[in-house]
């Protein structure tokens, strides 16, 4: 009798916890800046929208678009960019220079991929309030990147650079 309600408790158990969908809106933030400079921001909202920023070194951009959540991965694909609508802030630096920020600032060089019937740009991997990216080229799963800081790896000699985990944590819900 005790083994068949633990049994049942167990299935039970078992059945609920895989039929759960995850809660994968609100912000996330890169849990440092990479190569000390660059760093990630995605909010992802309910609609299957998101707003996309990544900012570092005399960078900065901001992009919107579609996801879509397929067995634990994230898939991230940009909307394309509306030149006839779009007023653009233009500067003229120097006598020949011309740049374009807001074209700068809107625009992507990630090509579109497809994997599962599915077009994307960035995919991640949702992990508990985590996404780890994967590699744009190998599409390999990203586990650490390279940190700068202002101490030593070891107390008074090594570099001051070092591989730490990287993902982008969840800060909002």
């Known amino acids: 009798m005790k083994?068949?309600?633990?049994l049942v408790i167990y299935f039970s158990t078992f059945l609920i916890s895989c039929?759960?969908?995850?809660?994968?809106?609100g912000k996330y933030r890169s849990n440092f800046a990479d190569l000390g400079f660059f760093i990630t921001e995605i909010e992802l909202k309910?609609?299957?929208t998101f707003h996309y920023e990544s900012s570092g070194d005399l960078q900065h951009i901001e992009l919107n678009g579609n996801y879509t959540i397929l067995n634990d991965k994230l898939y991230l694909?940009?909307?394309k960019e509306d030149n006839e609508t779009e007023k653009r802030a233009v500067k003229i630096i120097g006598k020949d220079t011309i740049v374009d920020f807001e074209k700068?600032?809107?625009?992507?060089?990630?090509?579109?991929?497809?994997?599962?019937?599915?077009?994307?740009?960035?995919?991640?991997?949702?992990?508990?309030?985590?996404?780890?990216?994967?590699?744009?080229?190998?599409?390999?799963?990203?586990?650490k990147g390279k940190k700068y800081s202002n101490r030593r790896k070891?107390?008074?000699f090594g570099p001051k650079n070092y591989m730490k985990k990287s993902y982008l944590k969840k800060i909002t819900e």
């Open 77 to 79: 694909r940009f909307e």
């Open 46 to 48: 309910p609609n299957n």
């Open 104 to 143: 700068l600032n809107n625009s992507h060089n990630y090509k579109l991929k497809k994997e599962n019937e599915i077009e994307y740009h960035l995919k991640y991997k949702i992990s508990k309030n985590k996404l780890q990216v994967y590699n744009i080229e190998t599409g390999k799963l990203v586990r």
């Open 3 to 6: 083994l068949k309600i633990i």
């Open 19 to 25: 039929s759960l969908n995850r809660n994968v809106d």
């Open 154 to 156: 070891y107390l008074i």
